[in-house]
């Protein structure tokens, strides 16, 4: 039995990931919430400390700010359960 050939067309040949590192600069927004974020894990306690509670509405208005809008929902709902 004789291998038909295919109507299709052939596949593109991937191109193999390049092995070097990228460095993605990180714009001005996002490291002050990645900052906030680093200064509200390192506070001692449990996590609902006042000191964490405080943090939950300046974590939301910069998550905001950096463009990520899941996590600053989720901050603005902590603020808010932790205001009642």
């Not at 291998?3 to 040949?13: G, T, V």
């Not at 001692?44 to 990520?68: Q, S």
């Amino acid at each position: 039995m004789a291998a038909e050939k295919s109507n299709l067309p052939a596949k593109p040949k991937r191109k193999s990931p390049s092995k070097q590192k990228v460095e993605v600069p990180i714009d001005e927004a996002l490291r002050a919430c990645l900052d906030l974020e680093e200064r509200f894990r390192s506070l001692e306690g449990p996590p609902d400390a006042p000191e964490r509670r405080a943090l939950w509405g300046e974590l939301a208005g910069a998550n905001v700010a950096a463009g990520r809008m899941h996590d600053a929902a989720l901050c603005y709902l902590h603020a808010a359960w932790f205001s009642m």
